[in-house]
């Protein structure tokens, strides 16, 4: 008799989902840590690996074409562009005192 084996697909999915929640249990832990001003800098950190483990797994972008990669880090560009400006409208808006 052969021996079963899962789809390397059904592997890697598990192995994400594992190291997702992994890091969403160290997010969950650092939260609660004092750390100062090095909490922004671990957050991102841990944001943006957990957002290339969903792009390299889940949206399959490791066996993609190029084009079909720089399309998708033309996307996060753009994303980084509105998001830099969301910003920079709300940080120069003067403060509203309520009346």
């Known amino acids: 008799m052969s021996e079963y084996r899962p789809p390397r ?3 890697w999915s598990v192995l994400a989902l ?17 750390l100062g001003s090095l909490n922004t800098p671990f957050a991102l950190t841990i944001a943006s690996t957990k ?13 993609q074409s190029p084009l079909v990669i ?3 880090g033309a996307g996060l560009f753009w994303l980084g562009i509105l998001l830099w400006l969301s910003s ?12």
């Open 51 to 63: 957002a290339l483990i969903v792009a390299t797994v889940f949206m399959e972008l490791r066996r």
């Open 9 to 11: 697909a059904l592997v």
């Open 18 to 34: 594992l190291a997702l929640l992994a890091l969403l249990g160290l997010t969950v832990f650092l939260a609660y840590r004092p």
């Open 70 to 72: 720089a399309f998708a």
């Open 88 to 99: 920079m409208d709300f940080l120069t808006r003067p403060a509203l005192v309520p009346t």
